[in-house]
C-alpha cells in the first residue's frame, strides 16, 4: 500500500478523535444549559425567541465564559452587539452558534470525504493486492516453468553423461576385446613360429644323425663343407627370431621367414639323405671290390704298413672330421640355448617397459642328441614347469646338496657337537623374539645375529672354518621354518622378520643363497615350480615334490594344511620383495621388487592344471596382498594390465580345464575385480614404515 495513504486502523482512530471532540462539544453545551436553565423561562432560539440584551448578555457570557477581569465593559457590549444577526422579521441569530453549526457541517462533509477516501483506498489497496496476487502467480507459474525446464536440462544432461559413460564403456571393451585379440592373434603367430621353430630343430638333428650314420667321413666332410654357409645363414635367421620371440616382437614377417627356413632346411635335409645314401652306396661297392680283390689274390693276405702320404691322408680326414662335427656340435648346442630361453607363452609381449629380472642362464651340457621318448618326456614337463625356473630350482638342490657333502665331518663330527647346540641356541632365541614392537627391539635381535656371524659374540663363529657357513645355514633353515609356522597363522609377522633378512643379507650374501636354496627346498612353488606326477613316479615321491610333508605313520599332509603352510612361506618371500633398507644403507635391497614381477609372469606362463589350481590361486593372491600395492605404484601401465590378464586369460583358462567355484579360486576372482574396479591394491597390513628403522 502506498505511503500517503492510511490504512483502516488509522482511519477509524481518526474519526474516533473527531466524534470524542463533538461527544465533549455536546457535554459543554449541556452543562452550560444546565446552569443557566434557572434563569430562562422563555425561548432563546429559534423566530419565536423573545431574547433581551441582559439575557442575551447573560448568554453570551455564558457560552464564551470570557474572563471578565481581562474584557472591558464598553468593547463586550459592542463585541455581542456585533455577533448579533437580526432579520427583518425581528429573528435574532447567533453566529456563534452559526459558526458551531457549520464546523459541524465541515467536520461531517470532512468525515464523509474521509470515508470516501477509505472507500477509494480499499478498492485501490484490493485492485494493489489482485495486482501482486496476479503478479506472484505469474512468477510462481514462471518459477515452475523454469523448475521443470532445469529438471528437464538436468535429466537431459544426465542421460547423455549415461550414454556418454555406456559410449565410453564401449570403446574401453572394444580396447580390451581389441587388445584380447591382437594379443590372441600374436600368441597364435608365436606357437606357429615355435612350432616351425621345433620342426626347423627336428630337421636339423636329423641331418645331424644322417651324417652319422655315413660310412665315408671324408665324404660327409666335403658334403658338409659346401653347405656349411647356407646352414649357418639359416641359423643366424633363426637367432634373429628367437630374440624377436623373447621381447614379444615377432609378427607375419617372421612367420614366412621361419617357413622359408624350414623350407630351405627341408631341401637341405633332403639333398643330405641323398648323398648320403649314395656315399653309403659307393663305400660299399668300393668294399665289395677291395673284398674281391683280396680273395683273388695268391698270396696270403698281408697287413700293409701305410706310407707317408697315406698318414698324411688319414691325419686330414680326422682332422676334417673333428672340424666338421665340432661345428655341428656347436650349432646344436646354439639352438638349443636358444630353444632354452623361450617360454611357452609370451606375458606382455606387446610391451616395451617390462621391468628388467635378472635371471641365471641356462647352458646346455648335453653333447649327445636326446631320443624321441626323452624329447616328448621334456616336452610334456616344460608345458608346466617353466625351463628357467626348473634349471633355478635344480640349482638350489644342488647347491644344498654340495653344502651337506662338503660339510659332512664338520656336521657328524663328534667334537663339533657342542659348538654346533651353541650356534643353534645362539640363532633361535633371537629369530623366536623378532616382532615390530618398535625400532630398539627389531635392532636388537639384528645386532645379535649380525655379531654371531661375524665372530664378535660368544660362541665364535671363527674358531672353526666351517662355522660361519654352518651359522648361515642354520639361520636361513630357522628363518624359513618361522614361514611355515609362525607367519601362516600370524601373517603380519613377515615383515619384521623380513626386514632383519634384508639387513644380514646386506652384510653376508652368501646368506642369501642359503635361504633361497631353503626357501626352493620346501615351496618349489616360489621358483615357481609345479611338477607334475612323472611316469613310474610313486605318489609318495610326487607329493614330497610337491612339498607334502608325511607323518611317522606313513599318512600324509591335509591339503588345508599344506596350503595355509605354503601361504606363509610365500608371504614371507613376498614381504623380502618389498621390504625397505634401514636407515644408513645405501644399497638396494638384494632381492627387490623384481623378483615379484618375474614370479607373477613365470605363473602366467605356466599351464594350469586341475590338482594346483587352487594351490595358484592362493598363491597368486598372497603374493598380489602383500606386494600388489608396491607393484602398482612402480610400474603402474605394466602391472594394471598384467591384473588384466590374470582376471581374463588365467581365469579362462582355469575354466577350460574345469576347476570352477573352489574357496581359494573364488577369493582370488573377487580380489581382481575389486582391484581393477577401484584401480588400487591397498598396503599390506603390518607393513614396517619406510623410516621404522
Not at 443 to 450: A, S
Not at 655 to 665: A, H, S, V
Request: charged share 25%.
Amino acid at each position: 500500500m502506498p505511503h500517503f495513504v492510511s490504512d483502516k486502523d488509522d482511519i477509524m482512530q481518526n474519526m474516533n478523535d473527531i466524534t470524542s471532540d463533538f461527544a465533549g462539544l455536546k457535554v459543554s453545551v449541556l452543562k452550560k444549559a444546565l446552569l443557566i436553565s434557572q434563569n430562562v423561562d422563555r425561548i432563546t432560539i429559534g423566530p419565536e425567541s423573545t431574547m433581551i440584551e441582559n439575557e442575551d448578555k447573560k448568554s453570551e457570557n455564558i457560552e464564551n465564559e470570557q474572563n471578565s477581569c481581562n474584557i472591558k465593559s464598553s468593547p463586550k457590549t459592542n463585541y455581542l452587539k456585533n455577533n448579533k444577526i437580526s432579520m427583518q422579521s425581528g429573528i435574532t441569530f447567533s453566529v456563534k452558534k452559526i459558526l458551531l453549526e457549520s464546523e459541524y457541517q465541515r467536520k461531517e462533509e470532512v468525515q464523509k470525504e474521509i470515508e470516501r477516501h477509505w472507500q477509494q483506498m480499499n478498492e485501490k489497496g484490493r485492485a494493489i493486492k489482485e495486482d501482486m496476487e496476479n503478479s506472484r502467480s505469474h512468477m510462481a507459474k514462471e518459477r515452475e516453468c523454469k523448475s521443470k525446464k532445469n529438471y528437464e536440462d538436468i535429466l537431459a544432461e544426465e542421460i547423455r553423461a549415461e550414454q556418454e559413460e555406456i559410449r565410453k564403456r564401449h570403446e574401453r571393451q572394444e580396447e580390451v576385446e581389441e587388445y584380447r585379440k591382437r594379443m590372441k592373434e600374436k600368441q597364435e603367430l608365436t606357437k606357429s613360429i615355435i612350432n616351425l621353430r621345433n620342426v626347423f630343430k627336428t630337421k636339423y638333428d636329423t641331418i645331424f644323425v644322417a651324417a652319422q650314420s655315413c660310412n665315408d667321413i671324408k665324404s660327409v666332410s666335403i658334403l658338409f663343407s659346401s653347405c656349411r654357409a647356407k646352414l649357418d645363414e639359416l641359423f643366424h635367421q633363426v637367432g634373429l627370431i628367437d630374440e624377436k620371440i623373447m621381447t614379444g616382437d615377432v609378427a607375419t614377417p617372421d612367420l614366412s621367414a621361419m617357413k622359408k627356413a624350414v623350407q630351405q632346411m627341408d631341401e637341405i635335409l633332403c639333398i643330405v639323405k641323398v648323398e648320403i645314401e649314395r656315399i653309403n652306396t659307393a663305400y660299399q661297392e668300393s668294399l665289395v671290390i677291395k673284398e674281391t680283390s683280396k680273395q683273388s689274390q695268391l698270396e696270403p693276405e698281408i697287413l700293409e704298413v701305410p706310407t707317408l702320404d697315406t698318414v698324411h691322408t688319414s691325419t686330414e680326414i680326422i682332422a676334417s672330421e673333428q672340424v666338421d662335427s665340432s661345428t655341428i656340435q656347436n650349432s646344436e648346442n646354439k639352438l638349443e640355448d636358444k630353444e632354452q630361453q623361450q617360454n611357452v607363452q609370451i606375458v606382455e609381449n606387446t610391451t616395451s617397459n617390462i621391468p628388467p629380472v635378472t635371471l641365471p642362464t641356462v647352458h646346455a651340457e648335453e653333447t649327445v642328441t636326446p631320443t624321441n621318448e626323452q624329447n616328448e618326456s621334456k616336452s610334456d614337463l616344460y608345458e608346466y614347469v617353466d625351463k628357467e625356473s626348473l634349471q633355478m630350482y635344480a640349482n638350489s638342490k644342488q647347491f644344498l646338496e654340495n653344502y651337506v657333502k662338503s660339510y659332512d665331518e664338520f656336521l657328524q663330527s663328534a667334537s663339533t657337537k657342542k659348538f654346533r647346540f651353541e650356534c643353534q641356541k645362539a640363532i633361535n632365541i633371537p629369530v623366536n623374539a623378532i616382532s615390530g614392537i618398535n625400532r630398539q627391539h627389531l635392532y636388537d635381535k639384528y645386532e645379535r645375529l649380525h655379531n654371531l656371524l661375524t665372530g664378535q659374540s660368544s660362541p665364535n663363529v671363527n674358531q672353526y672354518t666351517q662355522g660361519a657357513t654352518f651359522c648361515k645355514n642354520v639361520l636361513a633353515k630357522k628363518i624359513v621354518n618361522q614361514g611355515e609356522t609362525l607367519v601362516s597363522s600370524k601373517s603380519k609377522m613377515a615383515f619384521p622378520i623380513a626386514a632383519v633378512i634384508v639387513a644380514i643379507w646386506n652384510d653376508h650374501p652368501d646368506f642369501g643363497d642359503f635361504l633361497l636354496s631353503h626357501f626352493h627346498n620346501a615351496c618349489p612353488y616360489i621358483v615357481p615350480v609345479f611338477l607334475p606326477k612323472m611316469e613310474g613316479q610313486s605318489n609318495e615321491d610326487y607329493y614330497k615334490s610337491m612339498g607334502y610333508k608325511y607323518a611317522e605313520d606313513g599318512t600324509v599332509e591335509k591339503h588345508d594344511k599344506f596350503l595355509k603352510r605354503m601361504s606363509g612361506l610365500m608371504r614371507l618371500y613376498a614381504s623380502i620383495t618389498i621390504t625397505s633398507q634401514r636407515k644408513g644403507v645405501n644399497k638396494t635391497n638384494p632381492h627387490g621388487l623384481q623378483y615379484a614381477w618375474r614370479w607373477l609372469a613365470a605363473v602366467l606362463n605356466i599351464e594350469p592344471r586341475t590338482e594346483i589350481v587352487d594351490l595358484c590361486a592362493t598363491l597368486l593372491l598372497d603374493m598380489l596382498e602383500v606386494a600388489g600395492n608396491a607393484l602398482w605404484t612402480a610400474y603402474p601401465r605394466q602391472f594394471h594390465k598384467l591384473l588384466i590378464l590374470l582376471s581374463d586369460e588365467y581365469y579362462s583358462r582355469v575354466q577350460t580345464i574345469g576347476c570352477i567355484g573352489g574357496g581359494p579360486l573364488v577369493r582370488f576372482q573377487e580380489f581382481l575385480k575389486n582391484s581393477l574396479t577401484t584401480g588400487f591394491i591397498p598396503q599390506p597390513d603390518g607393513q614396517l614404515s619406510s623410516n621404522f628403522w
